[in-house]
């Protein structure tokens, strides 16, 4: 009975020290590695939790990346919209000064070639690519947003509004706007369809010579609604813009959240972890040396 107590006895106290030794091993590598939990044993729930977490902190990356194409479209989209701003108020200009009855037919000669000049940038700007490479001013459909025949009558290409970005969960932003919203769509008194249309019009009255005041009164109208237009899609890019950047400010909010979240989950508390390694070391010495007074007794070293 009693070397059967004394067996164990020693079988407590060894595995007693195999627990102690473990957590103390367990203490020292959360607190060098910074990392209390690294298997799904540690704590199942906050394994669980943390690869949910890194799930959501994934999608969220590649919404950011989303975000910042779209960002980077909408300022390409604005840019070149300023761009075809400046070519509609140059435009102005020239109607302006062709109505004038003073001009003699070369003067308005001169005009025109300005003026056609003008349709040759639109026409560039309107063909802008994006930073994907696509057509800036595209529609949802078709590789370009305007054709030009052998006549130089410029059409639009494709249908639709430009497609969307999707920038988080259900958001989607379009990020520019389609060419036929921008240069077409001009009203009756404007004589034409699309600012291309007028202007190439104007142009071809202007080489024709004689009175072009008519005209000159319609392109007047077109350009000025043009402009209107234009100055309508760089609001709406503008307000798009900042509706990216509450977007961003949202992804960098729950980021926050969720980082804290997964510290608390996964990281290790470095003033408890110390203090905790400091008791068990004390309690696995104390362990130690009372199983050793124990095994220098005279009664153990009997039973032996």
Same mark, same amino acid.
């Given at each position: ?49 943390l690869q949910a977490i ?49 001009? $003699?037919? =070369?003067?308005? @000669?001169?005009? #025109? ?7 040759? /940038?639109? +026409? &560039?700007? %309107? ?83 004689? $009175?072009? =005041?008519?005209? @000159?009164?319609? #392109? ?7 402009? /209107?237009? +234009? &100055?309508? %899609? ?29 510290s608390g989950i996964e990281d290790t508390d ?35």
């Amino acid at each position: 009975m009693t070397i059967t107590s004394t067996n164990l006895f020693f079988d407590r106290s060894a595995a007693s020290l195999a627990s102690l030794n473990g957590r103390n091993q367990t203490l020292q590598e959360q607190i060098s590695s910074g990392v209390k939990l690294t298997a799904p044993s540690d704590d199942a729930i906050g394994y669980r939790r943390l690869q949910a977490i890194a799930r959501t902190s994934a999608d969220d990356v590649a919404w950011g990346k989303n975000i910042d194409l779209a960002q980077t479209v909408l300022n390409q989209a604005d840019g070149a919209l300023e761009s075809v701003s400046s070519q509609l108020q140059k435009a102005q200009e020239l109607a302006i000064q062709a109505s004038s009855g003073t001009l $003699s037919d =070369s003067n308005r @000669a001169v005009i #025109a070639a300005q003026l056609r000049g003008i349709v040759d /940038d639109l +026409v &560039s700007l %309107a063909n802008s690519k994006d930073a994907r490479g696509g057509p800036l001013f595209g529609a949802a459909t078709g590789d370009s947003a305007v054709t030009r025949d052998v006549a130089g009558v410029v059409s639009f290409t494709g249908t639709g509004d430009p497609v969307a970005i999707p920038v988080g969960d259900g958001t989607n932003v379009q990020p520019s706007e389609s060419a036929e919203r921008i240069f077409g769509n001009l009203p009756a008194g404007a004589g034409a369809g699309d600012i291309f249309a007028v202007l190439s019009s104007f142009a071809d009255a202007l080489e024709a010579g004689g $009175s072009v =005041s008519a005209v @000159a009164g319609q #392109a007047l109208t077109g350009v000025t609604a043009s402009l /209107d237009q +234009v &100055s309508s %899609a760089r609001g709406s890019i503008g307000a798009r813009g900042a509706r990216l950047d509450l977007e961003t400010a949202r992804l960098e909010s729950t980021a926050l959240t969720r980082e804290a979240e997964r510290s608390g989950i996964e990281d290790t508390d470095l003033t408890t972890a110390i203090i905790e390694l400091q008791k068990t070391t004390t309690i696995l010495q104390a362990t130690q040396a009372s199983l050793g007074r124990l095994s220098s007794l005279s009664l153990f070293d009997y039973l032996r």
